[in-house]
C-alpha cells in the first residue's frame, strides 16, 4: 500500500522519490509506504490550507461543527476497522485500539457541540451608552505534530477544536503510524470537508516539522512528543512568534498508603504501568508505596503480573503489545540495565523476548524493580515501556515531596481510604492530572490534558480549554452615546 499526502482535497504524490516504509511492530510485516516529503509539499499544504481558511473561517461555527457530527459518526462505522488497523501499526492491544478510537468519536462529538458555544463574554462598561464584550477569533493555519502511541486520540484533540474554531490546519503524524492519518484524512473526504481545510503531508521531523514551524503563513504549532524535541520546537517557534502549544513526557507516580485497597491499587498499577507497553505519557512508571504495605503490595503486584501475557495486540487475550521498534526496545533495555547497576533490585521481568513466537516483532517482558531510591536514573528519568519501580516512603508528605521530585509533571494517583490524605494529596501533587483510587491513565476529552513542568508550557488539549490553543481573543467595545467618551477619564 503507497500512502500519498492530502493536499488541498487530493491525494498528491510527493516529487522526493525515496519512500518510507511502515511496519507491523508485531511481526515486522511491512503494511505500507509514506513519502519523504519535502519543504515544497508543506508549502504547497499551507497555499491550500489559507486559501481555504478565508471561507472557512466565515462558515457559521454550527455549521462547521456539523462536519465534526458526520466525522464521528464515519468513525463508529469503521470502529473495529480503524482499531485493527491501529493495532496492526502502531502495536496496542485492540481492547485498547477500540478505545483509542472512541476516544475520536468521543472528541468529535464534544468539539461539535463547542459550534453552539464558542463562548466569549459580556460585561459592563464603566462609560454610559457603551457595550462591552469579548469573541473568540480563528488564528488562521495551524501546525500538528503528533506522536505514534496514540495516533487517533491525539490527532483529534488537536484537529477538531482547530476546525470547529474556523481555523485549517496541516498535520504531520508520525512516520511510525502513518495508516491511521490516511484512514483520518480518507473520513474528511467522505463527509465533504471542504478542500484545504484540512492537509496531510507525512516526512520527518527535521524537514516537514522544521518547515511548518519556519512558514510564515503558519500561525500555530502544537506538538505532542519528547520534552527534548519539544524544547527543539519551542525554541524555532519563537523565534517566529508563533503560538506554541507543548505536551511532552512524563515519570508519573502512584501513591499507595497504608490504609489503601491493596487489590484496587494492584489492579490499577497493572493497567496503568503495562498498558499500551508502558508507551504512554501518562504510564505509572513509579510506585510511590508506604513502607507498612510494600511488602504485601510487592507479592500481589508478582501475582498479577505473571498473569499478563504478551503477544500480538489482534489476538483477544492480550493484555501486552510489542513496543514500536528496534530502537525503543533497546532503550528500554538499556534503563533496565541501569537500575540494576544503581542498586535497584529486579523482582519480575528485564529481558527482551527474542525467541519464537517473539522473534519477528519488539517485545519486552514487564519489569518490576525494588528497593529503588528517588534520585536513581531509572526514577527520575521516562523509560517508555513497560518498566515500574517500587519506592518505599514512611508518610504522605514524603510520598508527595518523591512524586513531586522530578521534572515532569503529568499525571499522578493515589490510593487511600482517607478523606482527609486524599485532600491534601490532590492540593500538593504539581501535576497537571489527579488521579484518587485509580491508576495514571485514563483522561475523559471534556477536561483539560496536559501537565506542568518538564510536561508542557501551559496549553491545554482537550475539553473547552483546547480552544485556547486555536482561537485568539478579540475584545469589542461598541459605544452608542454619540460622542467622544475616554475610558479611565470620563468616568465621573
Not at 188 to 207: D, K, M, Q, R, S
Not at 360 to 378: N, R
Not at 398 to 406: D, H, L
Request: glycine fraction near 10%; proline fraction near 4%.
Amino acid at each position: 500500500m503507497e500512502i500519498t499526502n492530502y493536499i488541498g482535497g487530493e491525494w498528491v504524490a510527493s516529487t522526493h522519490l525515496q519512500n518510507m516504509a511502515v511496519t507491523n511492530p508485531a511481526n515486522g510485516e511491512q503494511l505500507a509506504t509514506i513519502p519523504r516529503s519535502t519543504g515544497k509539499e508543506v508549502a504547497e499544504a499551507v497555499v491550500a490550507a489559507k486559501t481555504a481558511q478565508k471561507k472557512w473561517a466565515l462558515v457559521p461555527a454550527p455549521k462547521r461543527a456539523d462536519y465534526l457530527y458526520a466525522i464521528g459518526q464515519k468513525m463508529k462505522e469503521k470502529k473495529e476497522y480503524l482499531a485493527t488497523v491501529l493495532t496492526k501499526e502502531m502495536g496496542k492491544v485492540i481492547e485498547e485500539a477500540r478505545g483509542e478510537v472512541q476516544e475520536g468519536i468521543d472528541m468529535a462529538y464534544y468539539m461539535a457541540g463547542e459550534g453552539r458555544r464558542l463562548f466569549g463574554e459580556t460585561t459592563p462598561s464603566e462609560l454610559a451608552n457603551k457595550f462591552a464584550m469579548s469573541v473568540r477569533a480563528p488564528i488562521g493555519v495551524v501546525g500538528l505534530i503528533t506522536p505514534w502511541n496514540f495516533p487517533v486520540a491525539i490527532a483529534t484533540w488537536k484537529s477538531f477544536p482547530a476546525i470547529v474554531a474556523g481555523n485549517t490546519f496541516i498535520w504531520k503524524p508520525s512516520n511510525e503510524t502513518p495508516m491511521m492519518a490516511y484512514e483520518m484524512g480518507k473520513i474528511f473526504e467522505e463527509v465533504g470537508l471542504p478542500a484545504g481545510v484540512a492537509n496531510i503531508v507525512f516526512g520527518t521531523g527535521p524537514t516537514v516539522g522544521t518547515a511548518l514551524i519556519e512558514h510564515p503563513d503558519v500561525k500555530v504549532i502544537s506538538f505532542t512528543g519528547s520534552t527534548t524535541t519539544g524544547s527543539k520546537v519551542a525554541e524555532l517557534g519563537g523565534k517566529h512568534l508563533k503560538k506554541i502549544s507543548l505536551e511532552m513526557g512524563g515519570k508519573n507516580a502512584v501513591i499507595v498508603m497504608d490504609d489503601a485497597d491493596l487489590q484496587l491499587a494492584t489492579e490499577g498499577i497493572l493497567w496503568s504501568a503495562f498498558g499500551t507497553a508502558g508507551q504512554r505519557c501518562t504510564a505509572c512508571s513509579r510506585v510511590i508505596v508506604h513502607k507498612d504495605v510494600k511488602e504485601e503490595l510487592e507479592k500481589r503486584l508478582l501475582d498479577a503480573m505473571q498473569q499478563l501475557t504478551v503477544g500480538n495486540g489482534l489476538d483477544e487475550g492480550i493484555k501486552v503489545g510489542p513496543v514500536i521498534n528496534k530502537a525503543a526496545l533497546e532503550k528500554i533495555n538499556h534503563y533496565v540495565q541501569i537500575g540494576k547497576q544503581e542498586g535497584a533490585t529486579l523482582l519480575a521481568g528485564g529481558r527482551m523476548l527474542t525467541d519464537a513466537p517473539y522473534d519477528k516483532g519488539f517485545y519486552y517482558e514487564p519489569t518490576l524493580f525494588t528497593d529503588v531510591k528517588p534520585d536513581m536514573i531509572i526514577a527520575q528519568e521516562e523509560i517508555f515501556g513497560p518498566v515500574v519501580s517500587l519506592i518505599e516512603v514512611a508518610n504522605l508528605d514524603e510520598a508527595i515531596e518523591v512524586n513531586n521530585g522530578v521534572k515532569f509533571g503529568l499525571s499522578s494517583s493515589i490510593f487511600s481510604q482517607n478523606v482527609n490524605t486524599i485532600f491534601q494529596a490532590q492540593r500538593d501533587l504539581d501535576t497537571g492530572i489527579v488521579y484518587v483510587n485509580a491508576g495514571t491513565t485514563g483522561a475523559e476529552i471534556h477536561l483539560p490534558f496536559g501537565g506542568t513542568k518538564g510536561t508542557g508550557n501551559g496549553h491545554r488539549d482537550s475539553g473547552v480549554a483546547a480552544l485556547d490553543v486555536y482561537t485568539e481573543w478579540k475584545s469589542i467595545y461598541i459605544d452608542y452615546s454619540g460622542k467622544l467618551q475616554r475610558a479611565q477619564i470620563d468616568t465621573e
